[in-house]
């Protein structure tokens, strides 16, 4: 009895040793198994680093790594890379190709499926993105922003304010659409008034003829009760430049013409105009932005005449999703109806909720 048992203990050892064996050795296989599968950077000094290649843009290199979360890599310093996972990469010139990335010899070999492999050379490179991130740039994004305010005692008022911006932009176009909007009442001794009562909108659509030439299209809505304007429908078009075009800074240029209908309560007005503007965004820091547009229509149906559209917001990004976002819009002519005051500034203030694949602040 006494040599069963030993017997029985032995045989439990070694079963335990080849248990942790084959553990250990599983182990190993996955984690070699993981490393050789992750993208890989080599730098000029010799460092090697690991992890999932997200975008690149010809000055830089974004890998994610689990160790060190995004890491941004200067371009010039990187010696060579490679991905395990297909990559869509634009050279300034040409087509984009999509596969797998080998980088030697300052060139890019990308292994397609259709068309075997295609070599890029490292300083022709426009861009480089993942499948996800290359989902996502060709996606729609934007911002939904609201603002309420009320008083309740020996007067009573409502202010509400909402405001939405989305876009998609690609490598050659971009198309866009926004609208803002207050409604304000009050109420004192038992009358009750509206105060305010104003909605902007507009769609356009942007396509790049050359890396700064650019033609463009747009529709734009405006309704202000208290300028008796029921709607104001202008539809347009023309040629724009991009001045500056960098990560941080947008300033374009533009002009065109336009057809303006205007139904007032009283009267129905419809012109030609010309069309002069500019446009101007700049991100400040990771966390602040502004952006501003402004557009002069002169009238060419009444000479002296014209219309002035003005849009300026400044943003601060609290997180991905929430940012505070302070809004001015005014609308100015120089022929209002029935002796009304021409010019009505809308400024809303707020929180901005971040939908789809936004493009920044």
């Excluded at 090697?48 to 310093?77: F, M, P, Q």
């Excluded at 490598?171 to 659409?177: D, R």
Aim: aromatic share 10%; charged share 20%; with cysteine.
């Amino acid at each position: 009895m006494q040599f069963s048992n030993s017997a029985l203990w032995v045989a439990l050892c070694e079963r335990s040793i080849v248990f942790a064996r084959a553990s250990f050795v599983i182990l190993c296989i996955s984690l070699v198994s993981t490393f050789v599968k992750a993208d890989q950077v080599i730098l000029k000094n010799g460092d090697r680093l690991s992890g999932t290649i997200t975008t690149a843009d010809g000055k830089s290199l974004n890998l994610k790594t689990d160790y060190a979360g995004d890491v941004s890599i200067k371009w010039d310093a990187i010696q060579s890379f490679s991905s395990d996972q297909p990559l869509y990469v634009t050279p300034k010139t040409g087509a984009m190709v999509v596969g797998t990335v080998t980088s030697s010899d300052g060139n890019l070999e990308v292994a397609t499926k259709d068309a075997g492999t295609v070599t890029v050379d490292k300083v022709a490179v426009k861009n480089v993105r993942s499948e996800s991130e290359q989902r996502a740039y060709g996606a729609w994004g934007g911002f939904l922003d609201s603002g309420l305010s009320l008083a309740r005692g020996n007067a009573d008022t409502t202010n509400f304010t909402l405001g939405a911006t989305a876009s998609q932009i690609t490598e050659k176009s971009k198309a866009s659409a926004f609208i803002n909007s207050i409604y304000s009442t009050g109420t004192t001794n038992g009358v009750s008034l509206t105060t305010a009562s104003a909605t902007h909108a507009g769609l356009r659509y942007d396509f790049n003829l050359t890396a700064k030439t650019f033609v463009f299209v747009f529709s734009d809505f405006d309704h202000d009760r208290f300028q008796q304007l029921d709607l104001r429908n202008v539809i347009g078009g023309g040629l724009g430049y991009h001045l500056v075009k960098t990560d941080a800074t947008n300033f374009d240029i533009f002009g065109g013409g336009s057809f303006n209908q205007e139904y007032f309560t009283t009267l129905t007005r419809r012109t030609g105009e010309a069309l002069v503007g500019e446009s101007f965004d700049h991100k400040l820091s990771a966390a602040f932005s502004i952006n501003e547009r402004l557009e002069f229509y002169p009238d060419l149906s009444s000479l002296g005449d014209y219309r002035v559209v003005f849009d300026t917001a400044a943003i601060t990004k609290i997180n991905k999703v929430l940012s505070w976002e302070i809004h001015a819009s005014d609308r100015y002519i120089t022929d209002p109806v029935n002796g009304l005051k021409g010019n009505d500034l809308l400024l809303t203030t707020g929180v901005r909720f971040a939908f789809g694949a936004n493009k920044g602040l």
